[in-house]
């Protein structure tokens, strides 16, 4: 599990047939051994600017597509609603 910020959505013309019609987002990982962004499949609704857990979980992200070819890896699997409670985890910015 990863802590991520969610930075935008994702938008596809063409995508591999196991992603048609799922929500995908871009979200920057806090505190990971990489802070590059990652494309993540999104269940719950999440928007630009929630602070989310997600997980690298190839498997059960393929299961969320139905296909074992799919290319999906990172799904969101909760939202943050209270970030004070996690405050001191956070990286400041500036």
């Not at 992603?19 to 494309?39: H, Q, T, W, Y």
Request: charge should be negative; aromatic fraction near 4%.
């Amino acid at each position: 599990m990863v802590l991520g910020r969610v930075v935008g959505k994702a938008v596809s013309t063409h995508k591999h047939r196991s992603l048609a019609g799922k929500r995908m987002l871009l979200v920057e990982p806090i505190g990971a051994a990489s802070l590059d962004p990652v494309l993540c499949l999104d269940e719950l609704g999440s928007r630009a600017g929630d602070l989310v857990v997600m997980s690298n979980d190839g498997k059960f992200a393929r299961e969320m597509c139905n296909d074992e070819q799919s290319p999906a890896r990172w799904w969101v699997m909760g939202i943050i609603d209270d970030e004070s409670q996690i405050a001191a985890m956070l990286p400041r910015n500036g």
